[in-house]
């Protein structure tokens, strides 16, 4: 997907596709990912590039994911074996470093190892982060979670059968109070 230019949207024809390796977008902006309905299947893992897409480096800014079924392979979702050691980093969306103006729409994040969406783990925060009308039915750990995030909503979304919380933060040390995540 990096060979593809900025500006530019990737559509991908309904369907299932097995990735074996996360869908990384680095250093791009004005992208929209339009999925017309299509499922990714995760093989399971224990890092970050086993997530589904995996939004790296600083300077994305202005990406949009949209109507993608992302689907994990945790067989223990609902049970008390949901989370397992060593395999938490393997989640549906992840976001590192700074990005900006980030919008998930319909998405539908199931059986993931890690968290359905995670944006964070680096000193660089993401700002302007919109998280709306999707479903994250089972996790390992959180469904969604903020730890790097300056401005986040998140509106009308299911979350369901988690390992953990449905919703997780961990704001930086310089976060401004006046910012805030709004969850509706």
């Known amino acids: 997907m990096n060979a593809a230019p900025s500006g530019a949207i990737w559509s991908f024809p309904a369907g299932t596709y097995r990735i074996d390796r996360a869908l990384y977008i ?25 997530s589904a897409f995996v939004l790296d480096s600083p300077g994305n800014s202005h990406i949009t ?3 993608f079924t992302l ?15 060593g395999q938490e980093a393997a989640e549906g969306v992840a976001g590192y470093h700074a990005q900006s103006y ?25 700002d302007h982060v919109w998280i709306h009308d999707s479903t ?4 390992g750990l ?3 979670v903020f730890a790097e995030v300056d401005t986040a909503w998140v ?25 805030g995540i709004h969850v509706t």
Not at 32 to 47: F, S
Request: aromatic content about 8%; hydrophobic content about 30%; proline content about 4%.
């Open 26 to 50: 680095t250093g791009k902006n004005n992208v929209i990912v339009e999925g017309n309905g299509a499922t990714l299947r995760t093989n399971g893992g224990t890092n970050i590039s086993d």
């Open 65 to 67: 994911i949209r109507n």
């Open 71 to 85: 689907d994990g392979d945790n067989p223990n979702v609902g049970t008390v074996n949901a989370y397992s050691v």
């Open 102 to 126: 980030i919008e998930l729409d319909r998405l539908t994040i199931t059986d993931q190892w890690g968290h359905g969406v995670y944006f964070g783990a680096t000193a660089e925060t993401a």
């Open 136 to 139: 994250v039915d089972g996790t």
């Open 142 to 144: 959180y469904g969604i």
């Open 155 to 179: 509106e009308r979304n299911q979350l369901l059968d988690m390992g953990g919380s449905p919703l997780g933060f961990d704001f930086p040390a310089q976060w401004d109070p006046k910012l």
